[in-house]
């Protein structure tokens, strides 16, 4: 019987969107690792650095896989000490503590680290210039696990959702039961990215990363679209599944969702207006590439318990 690649995996934010969907995907590779040991915030409190530390150092993994973080965008303006500890100060911890054990991690990181100002997407080299609270805690993570100086692989997403956790998708869907119309942002544009492909496309690296690849990648599904897309492609793909699955009825239909501009809905935290990554790099190092967002929305809608 082949060794495993890994003998011991920490994953953390289980219940999380990426984390859940992580899980699960490991689970399904057992001949990829000895064991995995999942923790979620119940388990590790990653604002406490020094739980942080005593957790890394009992576990002893070879990888650890950290996607939780602090993911309320508009609270972390009224919340910056919170999101800096989970966001910045952690990732920092755990790449510390990888270190010292001669570990490899891997992070995930958001397109919220840019502005939002270029023409076309986003590469990997681009200035980074993050708008929100949010934003900038990502993007300290990012600092920090590069001065620990160990293997590790940080995956920018975006505007990432999936049938399990709360996200874009359930939030529509509610809304789309409960009234006739609904008024939708239309000129941010970005790829939803399903927590399904990205755990996917984890393991595909795992398969090839041999350790001495390390920065940063873009991970998010092809094309894109804006929110009022997003919001339109979701109500017409539920309708089209929603007889065969006896689904619940939508009051809302496409036609009935108002696009609208950003100043119309004001939020505390700012957003970038262009989310567009370019995920060339992944796709030249590692031969990953994702599928059409569209795509991977209808997988993720299948997946959907009785709704």
């Given at each position: 019987?082949?060794?495993?690649?890994?003998?011991?995996?920490?994953?953390?934010?289980?219940?999380?969107?990426?984390g859940?969907?992580?899980?699960?995907?490991?689970?399904n590779?057992?001949?990829?690792?000895?064991?995995?040991?999942?923790l979620?915030k119940?388990?590790?409190?990653?604002?406490?650095?020094?739980?942080i530390?005593?957790?890394?150092?009992a576990i002893?993994?070879?990888?650890?896989?950290?996607?939780?973080a602090?993911?309320?965008v508009?609270?972390?303006?009224?919340?910056?000490?919170?999101?800096?500890a989970i966001?910045?100060i952690?990732?920092?911890?755990?790449?510390?503590?990888?270190?010292?054990l001669?570990?490899?991690?891997?992070?995930f990181?958001t397109?919220?680290?840019?502005?939002?100002n270029?023409?076309?997407?986003?590469?990997?080299?681009?200035?980074t210039?993050?708008?929100?609270?949010y934003?900038?805690?990502?993007l300290?993570?990012e600092v920090?696990?590069?001065?620990a100086?160990?293997p590790?692989?940080?995956?920018?997403t975006?505007?990432v959702?999936?049938?399990?956790?709360k996200?874009?998708?359930?939030?529509i869907?509610?809304?789309?039961?409960?009234?006739?119309?609904?008024r939708?942002?239309a000129?941010?544009?970005?790829a939803?990215?399903?927590?399904?492909?990205?755990?996917?496309?984890?393991?595909?690296?795992?398969?090839?990363w041999?350790?001495?690849r390390?920065?940063?990648?873009?991970?998010?599904?092809?094309?894109?679209?804006?929110?009022h897309?997003f919001?339109s492609?979701?109500?017409?793909?539920?309708?089209?599944?929603?007889?065969a699955?006896?689904?619940?009825?939508?009051k809302?239909?496409?036609?009935?969702?108002e696009p609208?501009?950003?100043?119309?809905?004001?939020?505390?935290?700012?957003?970038?207006?262009?989310?567009?990554l370019?995920?060339t790099?992944?796709?030249?190092?590692?031969?990953?590439?994702l599928?059409d967002?569209?795509?991977?929305?209808?997988?993720?809608?299948?997946?959907?318990?009785n709704?």
């Amino acid at each position: 019987m082949q060794s495993p690649t890994y003998k011991k995996i920490l994953l953390t934010g289980v219940n999380g969107q990426v984390g859940h969907a992580l899980q699960q995907a490991l689970l399904n590779q057992p001949d990829l690792f000895g064991e995995l040991v999942c923790l979620d915030k119940s388990k590790l409190d990653l604002s406490n650095p020094q739980a942080i530390r005593d957790a890394v150092q009992a576990i002893q993994p070879d990888l650890i896989i950290n996607p939780a973080a602090y993911t309320a965008v508009d609270k972390a303006e009224s919340e910056p000490d919170l999101a800096y500890a989970i966001n910045a100060i952690a990732p920092g911890v755990l790449a510390e503590e990888a270190a010292k054990l001669g570990a490899k991690l891997i992070h995930f990181s958001t397109d919220y680290v840019y502005a939002g100002n270029k023409v076309g997407a986003y590469v990997e080299s681009d200035a980074t210039a993050p708008l929100s609270v949010y934003g900038k805690s990502k993007l300290a993570g990012e600092v920090a696990i590069r001065k620990a100086g160990l293997p590790a692989l940080i995956f920018r997403t975006s505007w990432v959702y999936g049938a399990y956790g709360k996200n874009f998708l359930h939030t529509i869907l509610r809304l789309a039961k409960e009234r006739e119309q609904l008024r939708i942002v239309a000129d941010q544009v970005g790829a939803p990215t399903s927590s399904f492909c990205i755990a996917q496309a984890v393991l595909q690296v795992l398969a090839g990363w041999d350790g001495e690849r390390s920065g940063v990648y873009h991970l998010v599904n092809a094309g894109h679209t804006t929110w009022h897309g997003f919001a339109s492609a979701i109500v017409e793909d539920y309708a089209q599944l929603q007889s065969a699955r006896h689904w619940q009825p939508l009051k809302a239909v496409v036609a009935n969702i108002e696009p609208i501009a950003t100043a119309e809905y004001p939020t505390p935290a700012v957003r970038p207006a262009n989310s567009c990554l370019d995920c060339t790099k992944l796709s030249t190092d590692f031969s990953v590439q994702l599928p059409d967002w569209r795509d991977a929305l209808m997988t993720e809608l299948q997946a959907l318990p009785n709704s």
